[in-house]
């Protein structure tokens, strides 16, 4: 039940609640959602990414103003980095999505997309236009125009480089041409099928003063948002810190704000505004009877009595059910004040593709004469504050696996392929399995497609829900989505096979490419009953011919192909997320020697270069900061940091010593890019240098060996161009400045129409031992089983040479 004012309680311990079950409105939210009837009006937030959004004034719009008020993100947060983990690229963007969707609970907006892929850093528009491909990003904003229809439209940034990023900008200039396109007939036409033509009547931009730059001036129109909503007993700036808490992966914990607080907005295109940001919109109800049948609803509304509005609110939702209206609200409204309450959970949180689902469902209803009916069944009289429980089955016959609706199908750097157009814009999968319910109220229907949801009890968090799986029959996953062979010698490559259902017979079968071979060519599996596991292992040898290519998993279940893996992601403040990509893997012969077998891995913020080391024969050892302190470090040939350590570990300039006297003992010490905000020491090498924002974003870039004769080039592999080709996303950020002529820099590069900057990589001889800090995106590379990255870097964990 998606309630238009939330209990902030409950939400800040379970925040996915409300996706999860009908969530009962307490007596101020039904107030404020009642309120809200008087309302009519809307208003889109567009920019860029999570965490972009100005959350205080979407929940001053939402919840003071009483507008339904949604924010576009064109891109889903895929190509950041992750501060509570090790996930990246679409698994990234999937935990962001459920971030995004935790923070509009509590500040009360609607959640939008578009198909861009957030591909990375972008230095202009431009660039970000080439990648994601304009026309069709336009399309989609003009697609959630048309169906959101808004009567305002805010921009976060500015169309130029004060934006800060490509895409930032890039969203500005979306909006401004959408908001005339999503008028205009002609364009996109497509889209008339299913929507209308939708002119709003202004766009502004919402000014800002961070970051050193101050857009704000006294002549733009300017709003206190920093108000208190006694009937929640916060103000908008708590709700705002509360909402932008929910963006954990990027450690944007808040502190609550209170007191006055200013917005201001600079007019881009429509009507000026002059006082309010909707100059010239009605926003009251323009039907005398129907606006004073809510004047009544709202003066007699009782909190200690909510059900004595219930007579009203059924002519109300009589009275407005031929024309435009929020009839959700007066839907959920009708069942609060009548104290309804109804869950529909599986028995199990999993169920295979065409399986039949039991389902117990739950009701109960506080005020009488209210009846329930299940999927065309014969009506159940549900008798005031009395629980009612009954049985039901759902088919999955024709329900696919419960994989995002954006990441069925593989897509290309720059945007997700999606087929059909009435999917775009939504956060999630819209229809997932539900089941069909029908309320009756004195005579009047109130339809509900209650989601099928597994609820459990843990002995100490009570009470939980989690989204229901719709699982393949059997699922195989291997370790790595990359896989790099030294030369011609053979790798095992283990799959990990998992049933959703019982009895599942089959076998399993790597394609590969032509030329490379398998041993065994299948392995047969017996999986006798749902939840059973196999480990199964394949020998597979590189051909002559083709160096690199796919090594996708076909998975023959009772006859029946599949080819999907199993990916479960799971965080205290998300709802678990489980997702079916295809089971493939980058296959990639290489020219590789090691020197040195034994490193010590510091973690930092999450990567999995610490796995992508094992994989080529190191030995990879985890160490805590008591393992620092008091272990002898000699023992190991190298020890790297983890992205971000320096920037998120508070021990830092604890084991800051011990490290470099690991090196002024001859051991070799490499540190991976940091940040320049918020370090917590500014000495990370044995000799000055800074960190600063400087990035080359584009991957082809051409790299300048500033030190040819460098062993860093040189031993044990012999680096050249080749290289630095296939790289992905980006070639390094972060960039050191100022460094201190001790270090030597290895290379440079630069973007296009840029001066080269030598930054990237750093060497500097330390007392008998090397230090090493590269800004250089390993933690990208590596994964993705990159050449040329493996043999660098095992180029910068050899030992110093004499």
């Given at each position: 039940m998606n309630c238009r004012a939330y209990f902030f309680a409950l939400l800040l311990l379970f925040p996915f609640l409300l996706k999860a079950q009908m969530q009962q409105m307490n007596a101020a939210e039904i107030a404020l959602g009642i309120s809200k009837l008087s309302v009519k009006?809307?208003?889109?937030?567009?920019?860029?990414?999570?965490?972009?959004?100005?959350?205080?004034?979407?929940?001053?719009?939402?919840?003071?103003?009483?507008?339904?008020?949604?924010?576009?993100?064109?891109?889903?947060?895929?190509?950041?980095?992750?501060?509570?983990?090790n996930e990246q690229a679409e698994l990234l963007g999937l935990i962001r999505t459920q971030e995004l969707l935790a923070a509009r609970r509590i500040d009360g907006a609607e959640q939008f997309f578009t198909r861009a892929n957030d591909f990375g850093f972008s230095k202009t528009p431009e660039e970000s236009f080439k990648i994601w491909g304009k026309e069709q990003i336009l399309a989609d904003v003009v697609w959630v125009i048309r169906k959101f229809k808004p009567d305002v439209i805010i921009t976060r940034f500015p169309e130029d480089a004060r934006a800060g990023h490509g895409h930032h900008s890039g969203s500005a200039i979306l909006a401004r041409e959408a908001f005339s396109a999503a008028a205009d007939p002609k364009r996109f036409p497509e889209q008339l099928k299913y929507v209308q033509v939708w002119q709003?009547?202004?766009?502004?931009?919402?000014?800002f003063n961070f970051g050193g730059t101050n857009t704000t001036s006294a002549d733009q129109l300017k709003i206190d948002v920093g108000l208190y909503n006694p009937l929640l007993g916060k103000s908008y700036g708590e709700i705002a810190a509360i909402s932008r808490t929910n963006h954990k992966s990027q450690g944007f914990g808040s502190t609550l704000q209170r007191g006055e607080a200013f917005e201001y907005f600079s007019p881009v295109a429509g009507e000026p505004a002059k006082n309010s940001l909707f100059d010239g919109i009605n926003t009251t109800i323009e039907n005398k009877e129907i606006a004073s049948l809510v004047s009544e609803i709202q003066t007699n509304y009782r909190v200690n009595a909510p059900w004595l509005s219930l007579p009203n609110l059924l002519k109300l939702?009589?009275?407005?059910?031929?024309?435009?209206?929020?009839?959700?609200?007066?839907?959920?409204?009708?069942?609060?004040?009548?104290?309804?309450?109804v869950e529909t959970d599986a028995l199990e949180n999993t169920y295979a593709v065409g399986d039949s689902i039991p389902v117990k469902i739950q009701a109960i209803a506080r005020a009488k004469d209210i009846s329930l009916t299940i999927a065309n069944q014969k009506p159940i009289q549900l008798e005031s504050n009395k629980l009612v429980v009954s049985d039901y089955k759902v088919a999955t016959s024709t329900a696919n696996s419960t994989q995002p609706y954006w990441l069925t199908k593989n897509h290309p750097v720059g945007q997700f392929v999606i087929d059909s157009q009435q999917d775009v814009g939504f956060p999630e999968n819209p229809k997932p399995l539900s089941l069909k319910l029908q309320l009756t109220i004195n005579n009047q229907q109130i339809e509900l497609n209650s989601p099928l949801v597994f609820k459990s009890t843990d002995p100490i968090r009570g009470e939980r829900y989690q989204p229901l799986v719709i699982a393949p029959a059997v699922t195989a996953t291997m370790s790595e989505k990359a896989y790099l062979f030294n030369g011609n010698s053979a790798k095992n490559i283990t799959v990990h096979l998992k049933s959703f259902r019982n009895n599942s017979t089959g076998f399993v079968t790597p394609q590969l490419p032509k030329g490379w071979k398998s041993s065994p060519e299948k392995i047969d599996f017996n999986l006798e009953k749902k939840g059973d596991e196999q480990i199964v292992d394949f020998s597979v040898t590189p051909g002559n011919e083709i160096s690199s290519g796919n090594l996708i998993l076909q998975v023959n279940t009772n006859g029946n192909f599949d080819d999907k893996s199993l990916k479960t992601i799971s965080y205290e403040h998300i709802p678990n997320i489980t997702i079916f990509p295809q089971a493939s893997a980058r296959l990639e012969k290489v020219d590789l020697k090691i020197v040195?077998?034994?490193?010590?891995y510091i973690d930092g913020a999450g990567d999995l270069v610490a796995d992508a080391l094992k994989q080529i024969g190191y030995e990879v050892t985890h160490l805590t900061t008591a393992q620092i302190l008091n272990n002898d470090l000699s023992i190991y040939d190298a020890i790297v940091t983890g992205v971000r350590l320096y920037n998120i570990n508070n021990e830092v300039k604890i084991i800051q010593p011990k490290l470099l006297a690991y090196v002024q003992n001859g051991g070799t010490l490499l540190i991976q890019y940091n940040v320049n905000n918020g370090l917590k020491t500014q000495n990370i090498g044995p000799y000055p240098f800074k960190v600063?924002?400087?990035?080359?974003?584009?991957?082809?870039?051409?790299?300048?060996?500033?030190?040819?004769?460098?062993?860093?080039?040189?031993?044990?592999?012999k680096i050249t161009d080749k290289d630095f080709e296939g790289w992905v996303q980006e070639r390094g950020i972060y960039f050191a400045s100022d460094?201190?002529?001790?270090?030597?820099?290895?290379?440079?590069?630069?973007?296009?129409?840029?001066?080269?900057?030598?930054?990237?990589?750093?060497?500097?001889?330390?007392?008998?031992?090397?230090?090493?800090?590269?800004?250089?995106?390993?933690?990208?590379?590596?994964?993705?089983?990159?050449?040329g990255a493996y043999r660098l870097f095992a180029n910068l964990l050899a030992p110093k040479q004499p």
């Open positions: 009006g809307s208003v889109l937030y567009i920019a860029a990414h999570p965490d972009d959004e100005n959350t205080r004034l979407l929940a001053y719009l939402a919840k003071e103003q009483k507008l339904r008020t949604g924010y576009l993100s064109l891109t889903r947060g895929d190509g950041g980095q992750n501060l509570i983990g709003a009547k202004r766009i502004v931009w919402n000014t939702k009589n009275a407005t059910k031929d024309i435009s209206f929020d009839h959700k609200l007066v839907d959920d409204l009708i069942l609060a004040c009548a104290g309804v309450w040195g077998k034994r490193i010590a600063s924002n400087k990035r080359v974003t584009e991957e082809d870039a051409k790299i300048n060996f500033l030190a040819p004769t460098n062993p860093a080039l040189n031993y044990p592999n460094m201190d002529p001790k270090y030597t820099s290895i290379l440079s590069m630069n973007d296009t129409g840029e001066t080269a900057s030598d930054g990237s990589l750093l060497i500097a001889n330390y007392g008998k031992g090397k230090f090493v800090y590269t800004s250089l995106v390993f933690f990208r590379e590596l994964p993705a089983g990159v050449p």
